[in-house]
């Protein structure tokens, strides 16, 4: 006999993956802002709170059985990286690859400080409160990953044309002041 042994907040899905919902929040929810703000995403209801939720006991250990699940866990956890943002992430470049052609930056040397001022830029503009790009109709933070990824791939590849100016102090002072503030938190 088979014993369900189930909290109230745990629930099965589907595929009979069992989670436990630690909170319901609406979709892209912002404090105050009752269906969030517009991320230049499909609009989504979100009438219906979505379940913030953890895997359940037990559901990320291994099958004795099972010698894929050992080998697979020494392999790269794709399924780490936010689905969101892959989308943002491709969705700006396909933007590029319509206006420039896919892989363009392959065919030629990436030139480092093109791409760093133009995630900046992204950046800025997202900071600053606007949240999709006027031209593109993209989010700000789908070009500044799309950026990184081609600076990623020219490194990769070995087509970056690394025009970064000399080696700077930034990392130590960005070190010393991390530091310096660790020990004002400590004394409070």
Known sequence: MVHDIRTENERELDDGTRIEVIEEVPLF???GVKNGPDYGLPKVNTSTPM??????????????????DLIGQTKLQTWLAPR????ALVEALTDGANKY?????????????????????????????ENVAEDSGVHHLGHAMACFA????????????????????SPALLKAIHLKNEEKNKAK
Do not use: F
């Open 51 to 68: 379940p913030v939720c953890k895997p359940a006991r037990n559901s990320l250990e291994t099958k004795a059985t099972n010698p894929k």
């Open 84 to 87: 969101p943002a892959m989308i």
């Open 29 to 31: 929810a912002e404090p």
């Open 150 to 169: 081609i600076l990623l791939d020219a490194i990769a590849q070995g087509n970056i044309v690394d025009d970064r100016p000399i080696k700077g102090a």
């Open 101 to 129: 052609g896919p892989y363009n930056w392959r065919e030629k040397g990436v030139r480092a400080t093109v791409y760093i001022s133009a995630a900046e830029r992204h950046l800025m503009a997202y900071l600053d409160g």
